[in-house]
């Protein structure tokens, strides 16, 4: 394996844990410090806004601002990992990888920005077709089909590269429970069972991919040890 691929490998699975660490931080920091929204319109998401500290939800949304740009390179990495004749694969993956990407990146960086720029000068004209609060939104529904389709589909495509030793088959597993679990999770925004949806998209999902982070640290020390 090329040394500069297991590096960015390691390095990017590294950046990953710890945004993912981060991300759950502010998810009970944002559970503990304010009460919970339910969507209804967007007067009342302007007052509950105003109302409580938006420190933890702002640190959230640039960790995942991130996460899309980092796992396509820790994608990358993996393709001069796999076996020649598994290689298209992780081609396939990566390019699924990508798409997530572009999407979540784009909703995230509009929440940062535009969203916030605009609250803060007052413009809300139409706003409740990008604020991320609003679960049937524009920019909801693009992040979604990011989180959940082109993410499944790039961790479904990915997972057979990973073979032989318990450490190969762990981050198999991982990846296998991560394209489940989006795909169900696109099933329950589709047809508004929100159960579904939270279970999958953030248990699901978030012990899926903090498996696939640690155990591609180890896979990559070892590599690079060898």
């Known amino acids: ?5 297991y590096k960015i490998g390691l390095w990017s699975a590294i950046l990953l844990t710890l945004i993912f660490a981060i991300w759950m931080i502010c998810f009970t920091g944002i559970a503990m410090t304010s009460p919970l929204f339910y969507w209804k319109n967007l007067p009342d998401y302007l007052t509950y806004l105003h109302a409580n500290n938006q420190s933890f939800q702002n640190v959230a949304k640039f960790s995942l601002l991130l996460f899309g740009p980092l796992y396509v390179l820790l994608i990358n990495s993996y393709y001069d990992y796999a076996e020649d004749n598994k290689k298209v694969l992780v081609r396939i993956s990566l390019l699924f990888g990508v798409a997530f990407a572009v999407l979540s990146s784009i909703h995230y960086f509009i929440q940062l920005t535009a969203v916030r720029f605009n609250i803060g000068q007052g413009q809300i004209n139409g706003l409740e077709h990008f604020v991320q609060a609003n679960p049937y939104s524009i920019m909801s529904s693009i992040n979604m089909l990011g989180w959940t389709l082109f993410l499944g589909l790039s961790s479904l495509f990915i997972l057979p590269i990973f073979t032989g030793d318990r450490l190969n088959k762990i981050i198999r597993y991982a990846f296998l429970l991560n394209g489940i679990s989006c795909l169900l999770g696109s099933l329950g925004y589709l047809f508004h069972i929100d159960l579904l949806t939270f279970v999958f998209m953030n248990l ?20 690079k040890a060898a």
Do not use: P, W, Y
Not at 1 to 5: I, K, T, V
Not at 204 to 223: N, Y
């Open 204 to 223: 699901g999902l978030g012990g899926a991919v903090m498996t696939i982070t640690i155990a591609s640290i180890q896979l990559f020390r070892r590599l």
């Open 1 to 5: 394996m090329n040394s500069l691929s």
